[in-house]
């Protein structure tokens, strides 16, 4: 069956100074599918991600979204195209309230009259209505991780990458993280870019799997067609 794609990295190379990450990584992020990127840590995955949103320059490859090369465009312009980055670590603003830190996401949004929408956000994440007057510093971890997918969405983006964002989280949230991404991607058709070490995690709720190794791509396949035992060995423990 061929695999509608959303956007495709060719032959991506990408450096920081003179240290070469990414040595022509080739992924593709299927309409409406949850694609994961697998790796030991220093592999390139969170760079393949930087380099998508334009936070790293990319010194060879292309990036093809929406019918066109996004590798030179500024990283605002390409979150106005619909390209939504949680970033590893949350990057959330602790001072400011997780209403207001929701409110940072509708810059990406091109429609500049939008508002939040509070009531699918909180749909999605009910903890965030109880804490929306709360600094998001005194969140706990899980709860700023879905404080920051929240941000995310409020640039209505029809493409999302997230950065590890199991890490660190307990498993109930863990848990309630996939579930959210799994209806996003089946019920919105919101593409979904995953980096994750979590190996149950990403087996419950991907679609389609890259294995990523000193900035390259070593294999690739559907969930039920990837070597889960090459999965596994390639994960950092």
Not at 117 to 139: C, H, T, V
Not at 190 to 198: D, G, R, W
Request: glycine share 10%.
């Amino acid at each position: 069956m061929t695999r509608s794609i959303h956007m495709k990295v060719e032959g991506l190379e990408a450096a920081y100074g003179e240290s070469q990450v990414l040595w022509g990584t080739d992924i593709s992020v299927e309409k409406g599918k949850i694609t994961t990127i697998m790796g030991r840590n220093g592999v390139g995955k969170t760079t393949t991600m930087r380099t998508i949103m334009g936070l790293l320059k990319n010194k060879g490859g292309s990036i093809i979204y929406k019918g066109q090369d996004i590798s030179k465009m500024p990283t605002y312009k390409r979150s106005r195209m619909g390209i939504g980055f949680v970033p590893q670590g949350r990057e959330i603003i602790p001072k400011l309230t997780v209403y207001e830190n929701l409110q940072i996401g509708l810059e990406a949004n091109p429609d500049k009259k939008a508002k939040v929408p509070e009531e699918e956000i909180y749909a999605m994440f009910p903890i965030l209505k109880d804490f929306r007057n709360r600094p998001g510093g005194n969140l706990s971890g899980g709860q700023q991780q879905q404080l920051a997918i929240g941000r995310a969405l409020c640039g209505d983006p029809d493409i999302l990458l997230l950065d590890e964002p199991t890490e660190g989280i307990q498993p109930s949230i863990t848990y309630e993280i996939g579930s959210v991404l799994q209806k996003l991607s089946k019920e919105k058709e919101i593409s979904v870019l995953l980096v994750e070490q979590k190996f149950d995690f990403a087996k419950r709720i991907s679609d389609y799997f890259y294995i990523l190794d000193r900035g390259k791509v070593i294999q690739e396949g559907g969930a039920f067609s990837i070597d889960q035992d090459l999965l596994k060995s390639n994960l950092s423990l």
